[in-house]
């Protein structure tokens, strides 16, 4: 089962707009969200769901807004999430920001998108390419559209349009990792995992057949075969279009394509990742009188590989001033209003070490709050590299006319949630 109706309210808890898609519930039940919302929160008890007798509220929060979907069943939970979040991503898309404004700027074209988005409680059109074929902010189109549907919706392929015609036919593969990294104090890795997906631009005409052909290192969790090796996928999740049959008989990744930016594919590799960036630091606190910090970074990656845009985020105390920095390369720079100091190095080549000195000054008078211990972060991309090793060893574009197409292949490593705990 799913959602009995949709609410969009605002931070005071009044109803901006509504649908009701089963009437299985009293539209009148969503006045007792609000107060039991804040009655959680003074508690410490605020949970994704919240219910009233044998009504379940799921909610979020986006901007200045709560959308809010009831329901008097054991309903798919993960389900309805999905559906709310998409319903963020559509609106977005829409009007570019989602704020009470927008809705209430939007009132005609957002009926009209949850009119199409979900049927009795059931998730159905949610791609927003297919939806502005026919949903359009200007009324008059509106009007017009209603007398014909596009083919899309009702299509076995409804994420693709037919007749498209491009003079140049290309498609470009973006592989991107991310690694979220925890180091103790220690210097020992508590916890790495890599995060990747793989992002596609398609601009190619008719309805192409492709195939994307992954390196056979890369084994996934839904072959079941093959356990032994060493790179082990969880969490594969892939794009609609992608035909699942055909990717647990041989691994291939055969689909036709959405047109323009998707995801073709997200997964998760839980194994022991090398830091890319290794951070050392000494931090020196004389009480009354001044902090001394130092931070060696070290590039833990190979010689022929550059990260870009590192910014390395070092805590300080709070109550810290007068800053003097001094680095190897790079510039330092002091941002009070987060008790931060940033050190960016544009252009990291694999193998340096660089060296950052900071010195603050502290007030005589001690600051009585007991402070926390923040953690070193740091941000970084490197082109043309992926920890995992995953490649894309080919992709085959069959079309009916049979054009000739180019494909691109990019690879990028970043960070994630990359952190580096220190001992003051």
């Known amino acids: 089962m799913s959602a009995s109706a949709i609410f969009v309210l605002d931070l005071k808890g009044k109803v901006l707009i509504c649908r009701n898609y089963k009437g299985d519930v009293d539209m009148a039940e969503i006045d007792h969200f609000m107060p039991l919302l804040m009655q959680h929160e003074e508690e410490g008890l605020l949970c994704p769901v919240i219910s009233h007798g044998n009504v379940h509220f799921m909610w979020i929060?986006?901007?200045?807004?709560?959308?809010v979907a009831t329901t008097n069943k054991n309903s798919n939970a993960s389900l309805v999430y999905s559906f709310i979040y998409k319903l963020v991503e559509v609106f977005t898309e829409y009007f570019k920001e989602l704020e009470e404004e927008s809705i209430q700027d939007n009132f005609v074209v957002v009926y009209e998108l949850l009119d199409e988005l979900m049927d009795f409680g059931f998730p159905q059109t949610t791609d927003s390419k297919i939806l502005q074929e026919y949903i359009t902010q200007e009324g008059a189109k509106l009007e017009v559209a209603k007398s014909k549907v596009p083919t899309t919706v009702t299509n076995a392929v409804s994420w693709r349009s037919e007749g498209i015609k491009y003079k140049k036919n290309e498609v470009f593969i973006d592989v991107i990792e991310s690694i979220n990294v925890l180091v103790n104090a220690n210097g020992s890795v508590m916890s790495s995992d890599i995060v990747g997906s793989i992002k596609l631009k398609t601009m190619l005409s008719g309805m192409p057949e492709l195939r994307l052909g992954l390196n056979d290192r890369v084994l996934f969790a839904l072959t079941g075969r093959d356990k032994g090796k060493t790179v082990v996928m969880e969490d594969v999740k892939f794009h609609q279009c992608v035909r699942l049959s055909r990717f647990e008989s041989d691994r291939t990744i055969s689909f036709i394509p959405p047109d323009g930016e998707s995801e073709l594919m997200s997964y998760r590799i839980n194994t022991h990742v090398k830091p890319l960036i290794w951070i050392e630091s000494v931090i020196e606190k004389f009480s009354h009188s001044r902090v001394e910090i130092m931070v060696k970074a070290k590039g833990q990656f190979k010689k022929?590989?550059?990260?870009?845009?590192?910014?390395?985020?070092v805590p300080v105390p709070s109550d810290a001033d007068s800053p003097k920095f001094k680095t190897s390369t790079g510039y330092a720079k002091y941002l009070p209003e987060k008790n931060l100091v940033v050190w960016t190095i544009k252009s990291f080549p694999g193998g340096k070490e660089f060296l950052m000195r900071a010195h603050f000054g502290l007030p005589s008078v001690e600051n009585d709050e007991m402070e926390?211990?923040?953690p070193i972060t740091v941000k970084f991309e490197i082109p043309y590299f992926t920890v995992s090793g995953i490649q894309v060893r080919y992709m085959k574009i069959i079309e009916k006319s049979g054009y000739q197409a180019l494909p691109w292949v990019r690879y990028i490593t970043q960070s994630g949630d990359y952190q580096l705990r220190t001992n003051v």
Do not use: F
């Open 372 to 374: 926390g211990k923040p």
């Open 304 to 313: 022929q590989s550059v990260a870009n845009n590192v910014e390395v985020k």
């Open 61 to 67: 929060k986006h901007s200045n807004l709560y959308l």
